[in-house]
């Protein structure tokens, strides 16, 4: 799911939410995208722009059912979207509907407290299936990524002393000579203000005056988050015997396919903004183009990746990849054209924006002799080597035009 901000004011689907964009006091349009397993999409849909997430999954599952004629089907959301509520209302055992999710994170110290997950198993694995009576019936994957824990470390202190930074500021404030700041409630309001912006109230324990206020850090609430750091659970439904617990973390994984997709489409290639219809069906239909647009576009980019800087040996890079949970590696080859900026026909490497700009000089000229009373016709430029294996690898044929 994504959002979109909006042109105009009189559209019947632009709404106030929650906005991905940054503009909150725009109106906006919700859509979401499906994929396949390789990210591939296979359909688009536009709600109202107040539309929750986890709202729009009963539409998705009558979709896959009667416009696909899918029977059983395995849906992989964020969870924010696969919720807890929508895990009992939408995906009863006799549904024939099966989801991978993942815990949010403060689930997570619950099962270290109850003692589900020990930190232990991660002294020579970095994946472990457990299970839990407070989710009966499930699988929990716990993963541990010493890269992410590293990473989260080094934000949680950057954030700690952002936060601290912004708190001196307000005690500097209680204590100058001139507009010095009094009272609980102003001094409460601008603290609370601060915590609340860097999401790191938790870990301070503060005490406010009328003249002014004093914090400190929860050393042991740091030191219990800490231990936690690149952790993290995925839960399914799926039987072990359909799905080992490495593909169920593949499969949460290749939601990043889909991020890639709204970034295409919103950003990068395709740019969905703005959009200025008023009426509903034209939006949907604008969005639903621009879903069409990014659809040959993923088909040119698999045929087209020799020839680009992505991946186009993803077989031997998963060969080379020793754990699902460890970030994914590039293959020999493709670390080849990243390091020579040369194919291996000794063509330059291109990113899709300027392979597209290399082939739009590819031109069809209108020639009209000299003597009037030859008719002019058409004489297509002859491709360079590169266009000419574009147009192989996409199995195009050029043809002069007729005259």
């Known amino acids: 799911m994504t959002s979109t901000y909006f042109e105009g004011r009189h559209c ?34 536009v709600w109202e722009g107040n539309t929750a997430d986890p709202k ?36 009863a055992e006799d549904s024939g509907i099966s989801w991978i999710t993942a815990l949010r994170a403060a689930s997570i110290p619950r099962l270290a407290a109850d003692g589900a997950l020990q930190l232990s198993l991660f002294d020579t694995v970095d994946l472990a299936e457990i299970a839990h009576p407070d989710y009966p019936g499930e699988r929990l994957v716990v993963c541990f ?16 002393r952002a936060t601290e930074k912004e708190l001196e500021k307000i005690a500097s404030a209680t204590k100058r000579p001139k ?44 030191e219990r988050e800490k231990k936690l750091d690149g952790i993290y659970v995925i839960r399914t439904n799926v039987p072990a015997a359909s799905m080992p ?68 040996d993803k077989a031997a890079a998963q060969a080379q990849r020793d754990s699902i949970v460890k970030a994914a590696q590039r293959s020999p080859a493709a670390e080849r054209k990243a390091l ?34 030859v008719p002019a016709f058409h004489k297509l430029a002859n491709p360079t080597p590169l266009q000419q294996r574009v147009f ?4 195009i044929r050029i043809t002069p035009p007729a005259a």
Not at 145 to 160: A, I, K, T, Y
Not at 341 to 368: G, W, Y
Not at 392 to 395: E, M, P, V
């Open 12 to 45: 019947e689907l632009a709404r106030l939410g929650h906005s991905r964009d940054d503009k909150s006091g725009k109106l906006q349009i919700v859509f979401g995208l499906l994929t396949n397993a390789e990210g591939c999409p296979v359909a688009v849909e």
């Open 56 to 91: 729009t999954i009963p539409d998705q599952v009558k979709k896959l059912r009667e416009s696909f004629g899918l029977q059983r089907l395995v849906l992989v959301g964020d969870r924010g979207m696969i919720t807890s509520a929508r895990i009992r209302e939408d995906f």
């Open 392 to 395: 192989d690898l996409l199995g």
């Open 179 to 222: 507009r010095t700041w009094r009272g609980k409630h102003t001094i409460g309001l601008r603290v609370g203000r601060v915590l609340g912006r860097f999401k790191m109230g938790k870990h301070y324990q503060i005490h406010i005056d009328e003249d002014g206020f004093r914090y400190q850090r929860k050393a042991e609430s740091i």
């Open 340 to 373: 020579t900026k040369q194919t291996a026909e000794q063509m330059p490497v291109h990113s899709f924006q300027s392979l597209l700009a290399d082939l739009a000089t590819l031109t069809i000229n209108r020639v009209q002799p000299a003597n009037q009373t």
């Open 145 to 160: 990524n010493p890269v992410l824990s590293e990473e989260r470390g080094r934000q949680r202190e950057d954030l700690l």
């Open 245 to 312: 617990a490495t593909d169920v973390v593949r499969s949460y994984k290749q939601l990043s396919g889909v991020e890639r997709a709204f970034r295409s489409l919103k950003t990068v290639d395709l740019h969905v903004r703005p959009i200025h219809h008023r009426l509903a069906d034209r939006v949907r239909a604008h969005v639903f183009l621009c879903m069409l647009a990014y659809y040959v576009e993923w088909h040119m980019r698999q045929k087209l990746a020799p020839l680009l800087f992505d991946d186009h």
